[in-house]
C-alpha cells in the first residue's frame, strides 16, 4: 500500500505543478494582449498578476513541502 500510494502522491503533485504553470502561462498571455489593447489598465492587471502569481505559488509550496515530508518514506 505504502509504495503505492507514494507514487500517486508525486504524479499529482506534478500534474498540479504543470497545470499551475499552463494557468500561469495563459495569465500571462492574456494580460499581455489586454495591456496592449488596454494601456490604462496597466497599474491593474499588474496588481491583479502579482495577486494571482503569489497565490499559485504559495498553493504549490505547500504541494512541494507535503511531497517533501513524505520523501523519507519513499525512500524506504
Do not use: C, E
Amino acid at each position: 500500500m505504502g509504495m503505492n500510494y507514494d507514487v500517486k502522491l508525486v504524479g499529482r503533485t506534478i500534474n498540479h505543478f504543470y497545470w499551475t504553470l499552463i494557468l500561469q502561462g495563459v495569465v500571462f498571455v492574456l494580460l499581455a494582449v489586454l495591456i496592449l489593447i488596454y494601456p490604462a489598465l496597466l497599474f491593474a492587471l499588474a496588481s491583479a498578476t502579482f495577486f494571482i502569481i503569489g497565490a499559485s505559488l504559495l498553493v504549490l509550496a505547500g504541494k512541494i513541502r507535503r511531497v517533501w515530508h513524505m520523501l523519507p518514506k519513499m525512500l524506504q
